[in-house]
């Protein structure tokens, strides 16, 4: 009797455990994604809506995409030999 009572407070236990290491995973990733989040939605700030007020426009430090290398490649896919439909159908 007393060691089943000792094994099923093993496994109450287990489970609470596990249930608690559960939740805690939980909460962190949606802490580390509300701070990513949080980090790209900066971006626009009140000194930068100031300056598009006063200036008209805004610059932000992003890649920029170079748009020659656009027109090659989407020249290289159009001159593309494509093959022809199969009649099968």
Known sequence: MTDALSLELFWVGFG????????????????????????????????AVDRIIRQGKISINED????????????????ENWDEPEEAW
């Open 64 to 79: 920029v995409l170079d748009l020659k290398a656009i027109e090659d490649e989407e020249e290289r896919f159009w001159s």
């Open 16 to 47: 609470f455990g596990l249930g608690v290491m559960v939740i805690s995973a939980r909460v962190s990733l949606r802490l580390r994604r509300s701070r990513q989040v949080e980090e790209k939605t900066q971006i626009l700030d009140d000194q």
